[in-house]
C-alpha cells in the first residue's frame, strides 16, 4: 500500500473542490494527466500540435486564451526534466472574475499522491477533474479472491483500480465414470488432490494480503461451494480471515470473475467508509462517558493535546470551514494566531506589547494545520463526513474538533 498522508489527501480534495467550480466562457480550460513514464518531450511535441490545432477554433478569443494556457504548458514543462515517480497533473486556463475583461490565467500543477495511469489531453469549458477524483476517492485497500476447484485469482481493489496479483490452475482432475472401488479410490484422489489446491491458494492469499498495512477488508467470491469450503478450512491467516468482509456468488472466475465480484460488493464497500467513520466516533463518545475519560473535544483542548503528543485518533468534520490567521508585529515581530470563520472578515489586532497594529503574515485552513501538526506527533487523522448521524454529531455538538486520547491528561 502506499503511503499516502492524510494532509496529501485533503489536500487534493480541497483542489478538486476549488477546480469543479471553475467555468471558462468557452472550451478554453486545459486538463493534463501525464504518467510517470511518459517521456516529457513527447508531451511537449503534444502540446506543440495542439497549439496548431488552435488555428481551426472560430472564436478568437477562445483561440487565443487556449493557445496561452498551452504556452503556460510548455513553459512549465521545462521545470521538469521527466515525469515525477506518480506522474503529474496540469490544469491550466483562463477563468472570468466577473465582467468581460476580467479573465485571469490560473495554472494548478501537482504529483498526485497516487500514480497517475494513463495520459490524457483534455479541453473544455470545465477542468477535467474525475480521474484525479479516481486517484484519490479511495485510499484504503480491500483484497479480492475469486477461486473454485479449476482455478483461482487473487486481486487487489484500491478505488476503481484492480491490480490483479497472482492466477493459479490446479490441475484437479474431472468426474470419473468408473464405478465400484476404482471410483472412490479416485474420489479421494480428486479430493486430496482439491485439498492441496485450496491450501497453495490459502498461502499465495497469506503472501499477498498479510503485508498490505490497513487492509481494509476482504472479498471472496465464485461459483459452487468451493469458496465456502475455503473458508471454513484452515486455509486462511487467522487476521485475513478476521477481514472477510462479503462473499459473493460468481458465474465466472479469473479476471471476469474479480470484476463480477467487485460489482456486486459495492454495496458492501460503501457501508464499509461509513461503517469505519461510525467506529472511531462510537469509540469517541464512550470514551466521553467512561471512567477513563480518553476524550476531547473544542479546539483550543484538542489543539493543547494535540501538540502534547497526547491524541491517538483526531476528528475532523469535513464541515468544518475556519482559517488560522496568523498576525505579527512589524516593530517588535511578536506573533499571534487565531481563528476565524471561512468568510470572516479578520479583525484588525494591536500588539500586546507595543500597541503597533500588527499585520497577517500567514492564513492556512484549521484542517490542514492540524493535520500538519497530527503527522509530526504520529497521531492518526480520521476526516468525518456530514453524511451519518454520527458525523453531524460531531460538527453540531462538538464544533468538528474531536479526539481520542493515548493517556488521561491529568
Given at each position: 500500500?502506499?503511503?499516502?498522508?492524510?494532509k496529501?489527501?485533503?489536500?487534493?480534495?480541497?483542489?478538486?473542490?476549488?477546480?469543479?467550480?471553475?467555468?471558462?466562457?468557452?472550451?478554453?480550460?486545459?486538463?493534463?494527466?501525464?504518467?510517470?513514464?511518459?517521456?516529457?518531450?513527447?508531451?511537449?511535441?503534444?502540446?506543440?500540435?495542439?497549439?496548431?490545432?488552435?488555428?481551426?477554433?472560430?472564436?478568437?478569443?477562445?483561440?487565443?486564451?487556449?493557445?496561452?494556457?498551452?504556452?503556460?504548458?510548455?513553459?512549465?514543462?521545462?521545470?521538469?526534466?521527466?515525469?515525477?515517480?506518480?506522474?503529474?497533473?496540469?490544469?491550466?486556463?483562463?477563468?472570468?472574475?466577473?465582467?468581460?475583461?476580467?479573465?485571469?490565467?490560473?495554472?494548478?500543477?501537482?504529483?498526485?499522491?497516487?500514480?497517475?495511469?494513463?495520459?490524457?489531453?483534455?479541453?473544455?469549458?470545465?477542468?477535467f477533474?474525475?480521474?484525479?477524483?479516481?486517484?484519490?476517492?479511495y485510499?484504503?485497500?480491500?483484497?479480492?479472491?475469486?477461486?473454485?476447484?479449476?482455478?483461482?485469482?487473487?486481486a487487489?481493489?484500491?478505488?476503481?483500480?484492480?491490480?490483479?496479483?497472482?492466477?493459479?490452475?490446479?490441475?484437479?482432475?474431472?468426474?470419473?465414470?468408473?464405478?465400484?472401488q476404482?471410483?472412490?479410490?479416485?474420489?479421494?484422489?480428486?479430493?486430496?488432490?482439491?485439498?492441496?489446491?485450496?491450501?497453495?491458494?490459502?498461502?499465495?492469499t497469506?503472501?499477498?494480503?498479510?503485508?498490505?498495512?490497513d487492509?481494509?477488508?476482504?472479498?471472496?467470491?465464485?461459483?459452487?461451494?468451493?469458496?465456502?469450503?475455503?473458508?471454513?478450512?484452515?486455509?486462511?491467516?487467522?487476521?485475513?480471515?478476521?477481514?472477510?468482509?462479503?462473499?459473493?456468488?460468481?458465474?465466472?472466475?479469473?479476471?471476469?470473475?474479480?470484476?463480477?465480484?467487485?460489482?456486486?460488493?459495492?454495496?458492501?464497500?460503501?457501508?464499509?467508509?461509513?461503517?469505519?467513520?461510525?467506529?472511531?466516533?462510537?469509540?469517541?463518545?464512550?470514551?466521553?462517558?467512561s471512567?477513563?475519560?480518553?476524550?476531547?473535544y473544542?479546539?483550543?483542548?484538542?489543539?493543547?493535546?494535540?501538540?502534547?503528543?497526547?491524541?491517538?485518533?483526531?476528528?475532523?468534520?469535513?464541515?468544518?470551514?475556519?482559517?488560522?490567521?496568523?498576525?505579527?508585529?512589524?516593530?517588535?515581530?511578536?506573533?499571534?494566531?487565531?481563528?476565524?470563520?471561512?468568510?470572516?472578515?479578520?479583525?484588525?489586532?494591536?500588539?500586546?506589547?507595543?500597541?503597533?497594529?500588527?499585520k497577517?503574515?500567514?492564513?492556512?485552513?484549521?484542517?490542514?494545520?492540524?493535520?500538519?501538526?497530527?503527522?509530526?506527533?504520529?497521531?492518526?487523522?480520521?476526516?468525518?463526513?456530514?453524511?451519518?448521524?454520527?458525523?453531524?454529531?460531531?460538527?453540531?455538538a462538538?464544533?468538528?474538533?474531536?479526539?481520542?486520547?493515548?493517556?488521561?491528561?491529568?
Amino acid at each position: 500500500m502506499s503511503d499516502v498522508s492524510s494532509k496529501e489527501i485533503y489536500e487534493v480534495k480541497k483542489t478538486l473542490k476549488d477546480l469543479q467550480d471553475k467555468k471558462g466562457r468557452g472550451t478554453e480550460l486545459v486538463t493534463v494527466y501525464i504518467p510517470p513514464n511518459k517521456q516529457i518531450s513527447d508531451v511537449v511535441k503534444h502540446m506543440r500540435d495542439e497549439q496548431g490545432q488552435c488555428a481551426n477554433i472560430k472564436s478568437k478569443q477562445t483561440r487565443k486564451n487556449v493557445q496561452s494556457a498551452i504556452e503556460v504548458i510548455m513553459q512549465r514543462m521545462k521545470l521538469f526534466p521527466k515525469a515525477p515517480d506518480n506522474g503529474l497533473v496540469l490544469f491550466v486556463g483562463m477563468i472570468p472574475r466577473g465582467g468581460p475583461g476580467t479573465e485571469k490565467m490560473e495554472t494548478y500543477i501537482f504529483e498526485p499522491p497516487e500514480e497517475v495511469q494513463t495520459y490524457i489531453y483534455h479541453c473544455d469549458s470545465q477542468f477535467f477533474i474525475e480521474p484525479l477524483r479516481q486517484i484519490i476517492e479511495y485510499n484504503e485497500v480491500y483484497g479480492v479472491l475469486v477461486l473454485d476447484r479449476k482455478e483461482a485469482t487473487i486481486a487487489t481493489l484500491r478505488g476503481k483500480r484492480t491490480d490483479i496479483i497472482k492466477h493459479l490452475t490446479s490441475g484437479v482432475p474431472g468426474k470419473h465414470k468408473a464405478g465400484g472401488q476404482s471410483q472412490r479410490r479416485f474420489d479421494r484422489l480428486i479430493d486430496l488432490a482439491a485439498h492441496e489446491f485450496l491450501k497453495r491458494i490459502g498461502d499465495h492469499t497469506n503472501e499477498a494480503f498479510l503485508p498490505i498495512e490497513d487492509l481494509k477488508g476482504v472479498i471472496i467470491g465464485g461459483p459452487g461451494h468451493t469458496k465456502e469450503e475455503f473458508i471454513e478450512g484452515d486455509y486462511l491467516h487467522y487476521e485475513i480471515k478476521d477481514k472477510i468482509i462479503n462473499t459473493v456468488d460468481t458465474s465466472y472466475t479469473g479476471d471476469f470473475g474479480i470484476r463480477e465480484v467487485i460489482d456486486k460488493s459495492e454495496d458492501t464497500l460503501e457501508e464499509m467508509d461509513i461503517m469505519q467513520e461510525k467506529k472511531y466516533m462510537k469509540r469517541f463518545l464512550s470514551q466521553l462517558i467512561s471512567e477513563e475519560g480518553l476524550a476531547s473535544y473544542g479546539e483550543d483542548e484538542v489543539r493543547k493535546n494535540l501538540k502534547m503528543g497526547a491524541i491517538d485518533v483526531l476528528l475532523l468534520s469535513e464541515n468544518l470551514k475556519t482559517k488560522r490567521q496568523t498576525y505579527t508585529c512589524p516593530q517588535c515581530e511578536t506573533t499571534e494566531t487565531i481563528t476565524t470563520k471561512q468568510h470572516q472578515e479578520p479583525p484588525t489586532k494591536r500588539c500586546p506589547n507595543c500597541n503597533e497594529e500588527m499585520k497577517i503574515t500567514k492564513t492556512q485552513d484549521t484542517i490542514e494545520e492540524l493535520v500538519e501538526i497530527a503527522e509530526e506527533v504520529a497521531t492518526h487523522v480520521e476526516v468525518i463526513s456530514v453524511e451519518t448521524e454520527e458525523g453531524i454529531q460531531l460538527y453540531k455538538a462538538f464544533g468538528g474538533i474531536a479526539a481520542i486520547l493515548r493517556y488521561k491528561i491529568r
